[in-house]
């Protein structure tokens, strides 16, 4: 009720809010009382109640009209990560988001809040429990996280209290829900394509997924919690589902709950991250001739084979972050969510 209360008659704008987590982002704005603006280079769905302003926000004067009379804006715009394209992630998470940070403070925005990631600080080794002060990677897992980092300092450091100018970083890890076109799709067409019977390494690495509609409410927590002088200004904070997970027995659980059967051998985590990365080398090395995107890459193999599960007692404590839906109850809904995905039984 109280969140209710402070949120009436505040206008806001998300950046990206035409992707799978500002969609979800839009519902609950919307729900909670906010006047919703969405800027994105795309427009993926129509609600009479939000005002859609198309553009890329690596254009300061396109982004102006969409942030006008707004107080908070949500930055959660970025090209997808399996793109893997230099240049396209430089621009638009780098040098965009520069743009989205003068249009904030041109257009009068009081509080910027950036979905930014966990694996801002991820090299590809375990990090357990690990906290908001683990540095920075210093040899990123691939270009889309050396621009998160890039973007994330970035949006930290333009905390100008004298200037009325808020900002800080929400830091999600392994999102997933209803609609995500990321991890249940790429799983399912792998596990179609029978490349789903390996379990890498030896199946106890615990790692966060977390389901987007507790993202959702760590994102409006920030946003309602970060004014002059609170604990929030320049700061970054792990949302999580706070209930890590092994990898496998999390992968295993979408499958068998959409008719597939989980993976049961093993292969050595070394042994499975030197294939990734002898094919991509070979795909490279083709990429003249023909475009073929991998189903494991390097990157996927550390993330399936190694613990990196963090810490949200930050979030706890300086916003009253709590997830609001139990990792149970979200596999459930994913599953329920994904029909179409799911393996008629023989
Ligand atoms: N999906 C995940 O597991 C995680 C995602 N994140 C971050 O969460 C945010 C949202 O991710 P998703 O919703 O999964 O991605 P998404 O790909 O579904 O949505 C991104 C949106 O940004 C828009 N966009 C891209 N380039 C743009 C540009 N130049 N100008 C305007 N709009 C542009 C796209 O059109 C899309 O609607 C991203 O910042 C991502 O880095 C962080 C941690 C985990
Ligand atoms: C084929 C299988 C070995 C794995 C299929 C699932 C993967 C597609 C996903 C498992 C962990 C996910 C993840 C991300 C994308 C999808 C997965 C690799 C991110 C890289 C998305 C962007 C981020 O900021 C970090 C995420 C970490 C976990």
């Not at 808020?166 to 995500?180: K, L, S």
Request: aromatic content about 10%.
């Amino acid at each position: 009720m109280a969140t209710r209360l402070r949120s009436v008659g505040k206008k806001c704008t998300v950046i990206g809010g035409s992707g799978f987590l500002g969609q979800h982002m839009v519902e609950q704005l919307l729900e909670k009382g906010y006047a919703v603006n969405v800027f994105d280079i795309q427009k993926r769905f129509e609600n009479d109640r939000v005002q859609f302003f198309l553009g890329d926000l690596c254009d300061k004067e396109a982004l102006l009209p969409a942030l006008q009379g707004v107080s908070v804006a949500f930055h959660c715009a970025s090209p997808a990560p399996s793109s893997d394209n230099r240049e396209l992630f430089y621009k638009v998470n780098f040098m965009g988001t520069k743009a989205v940070i003068e249009a904030c403070k041109e257009a009068g925005v009081q509080k910027l809040v950036l979905t930014s990631s966990a694996s801002v600080v991820f090299e590809g080794t375990d990090i357990k429990n690990g906290s908001e002060d683990l540095p920075y990677a210093k040899k990123p897992i691939d270009y889309y996280t050396e621009t998160k980092i890039l973007q994330e300092k970035e949006v930290l450091s333009a905390n100008d209290p004298c200037n009325n100018f808020f900002t800080t970083a929400i830091r999600p890890h392994g999102i997933f829900g209803p609609r995500d076109p990321q991890l249940v799709p790429i799983l399912i067409q792998a596990a179609k394509s029978g490349k789903m019977k390996f379990i890498i390494g030896d199946g106890k690495n615990l790692v966060d997924f977390t389901y987007v509609e507790n993202v959702v409410h760590g994102h409006i927590l920030a946003a309602e919690n970060l004014q002059k002088d609170s604990p929030l200004c320049g700061k970054a904070f792990h949302i999580t589902n706070d209930e890590p997970v092994p990898f496998w027995a999390f992968m295993s659980r979408i499958l068998t709950g959409l008719n597939y059967d989980p993976p049961k051998y093993h292969i050595p985590y070394w042994l499975a991250y030197y294939l990734a990365l002898f094919l991509s080398l070979v795909l490279w090395l083709l990429s003249p001739l023909v475009t073929i995107k991998p189903t494991f890459t390097p990157m996927r193999v550390a993330l399936a084979g190694t613990f990196h599960y963090y810490s949200c007692e930050r979030a706890k404590r300086d916003m009253g972050y709590k997830p609001v839906v139990s990792l149970d109850e979200a596999i459930d809904r994913t599953l329920q969510s994904y029909p179409h995905l799911r393996r008629a039984k023989a």
